[in-house]
């Protein structure tokens, strides 16, 4: 069945560093992926999205990669800062046009 | 940008009691709105998909009589938890896009429901 997972449920990272969130997914036939940013006690914010006939997008300090042959989604955050810390979701449109969500990867700013 | 408003935002109620959360887009037309679920430290879980003026789309293992959902308007989508239980208490989370698939998904700020 479908399903989109992540490999490492909690990241620490020391304030300023880069970050990488990386996303695994199933289904060979998704075609648009999107990351989510999701503060405590608050609904998920767009970050950036990427369509699967590219491989690589970047926004304002975030990157997204996108590998098809081995089905992985990673987001880049660039000089990361304690704003950054929450619980980061990757997701995917599956064929009913339907968003899913992976399990998320909570990132941890060090001081 | 476009705003999702949900309300209330956090609601205590009695076991067997009936709950209704109401979903707003505020500056666009909803024309098809999204209800998920999400309990803590877990992902969101989609559980609906409804499209103003028809029947809701329930996903697998969601029981259509304990979650009705109405979107009688381009603006309004509303769940109701029927006869809830403890078990129900979760993060209830709303979601809308105007036209077609092609047209960003905007996610409401969430219900904090509890069942005492």
């Known amino acids: 069945g479908e399903s989109v997972g992540l490999h490492l449920p909690t990241l620490s990272v020391q304030e300023g560093d880069n970050s990488i969130i990386n996303c695994a997914y199933s289904?060979?036939?998704?075609?648009?992926f999107i990351w989510y940013k999701q503060e405590s006690g608050k609904g998920p914010q767009f970050i950036i999205d990427?369509?699967?006939?590219?491989d690589k997008r970047q926004g304002q300090r975030v990157t997204v990669l996108l590998n098809k042959t081995v089905k992985h989604l990673s987001l880049q955050i660039a000089a990361t800062q304690p704003g950054d810390s929450a619980v980061y979701f990757c997701?995917?449109?599956?064929?009913?046009?339907?968003?899913?969500f992976g399990k998320g990867t909570r990132l941890h700013i060090l001081p | 940008g476009a705003v999702v408003s949900q309300h209330p935002s956090w609601v205590i109620c009695k076991s067997g009691t009936s709950v209704k959360i109401e979903c707003r887009s505020l500056?666009?037309?909803?024309?098809?709105m999204f209800w998920y679920r999400q309990f803590p430290k877990q992902s969101l879980m989609l559980m609906a998909t409804?499209?103003?003026?028809?029947?809701?789309?329930?996903e697998q293992g969601v029981e259509k009589d304990k979650f009705l959902i109405n979107h009688a308007s381009l603006t309004l989508s509303t769940l109701t938890v029927t006869s809830a239980h403890p078990e129900d208490s979760s993060f209830y989370i709303c979601?809308?896009?105007?036209?077609?698939?092609?047209?960003?998904?905007?996610f409401g700020d969430g219900t904090r429901l509890s069942i005492l």
């Open positions: 979601s809308a896009r105007e036209g077609t698939s092609n047209q960003p998904q905007h």
């Open positions: 289904n060979s036939a998704s075609d648009y």
């Open positions: 990427i369509r699967s006939n590219m």
């Open positions: 997701a995917e449109r599956n064929r009913d046009d339907k968003i899913i």
């Open positions: 500056d666009f037309q909803a024309t098809t």
């Open positions: 409804s499209n103003e003026g028809s029947k809701a789309t329930y």
